[in-house]
Nanobody, 121 residues
């Protein structure tokens, strides 16, 4: 069973920093896109940052210059360094990986359980 295990998150004051990490485990042949989404109360889930298999990086416009995503393909991990956080960044953050399963070579869209990020103070 493919699992995405997230860590990090928490409560921080405006202007502060947090780091999120995610590790993929299970019968994985390869991972295409790997990144982070977020969902604020009453809003739809949105892509925050993504790293493609070829290394191309995409950011949500509102986080450009403040957030940095990094990926280790060998370890199957992805991290999100979030600096200069503001109240609009408050949301549940979800790790996502587009996986090719080892057993069937089929696509599988894996999601973590989510980690809360709250910017307040």
């Amino acid at each position: 069973q493919v699992r995405l295990v997230e860590s990090g998150g928490g409560l921080v004051q405006p202007g502060g920093s947090l780091r999120l990490s995610c590790a993929a485990t299970g019968p994985i042949y390869s991972i295409d896109n790997m990144g982070w989404y977020r969902q604020a109360p009453g809003k739809e889930r949105q892509m925050v940052a993504n790293v493609a298999d070829n290394g191309d990086i995409t950011y949500l416009d509102s986080v450009k210059g403040r957030f940095t995503i990094s990926r280790d393909k060998t370890k199957k991990t992805v991290s999100l360094q979030m600096n200069n956080l503001n109240v609009e960044d408050t949301a549940i953050y979800y790790c996502n990986a587009e996986v090719i399963l080892q057993t069937s070579l089929r696509d599988y869209d894996a999601w973590g359980r989510g980690t809360q990020v709250t910017v307040s103070g």
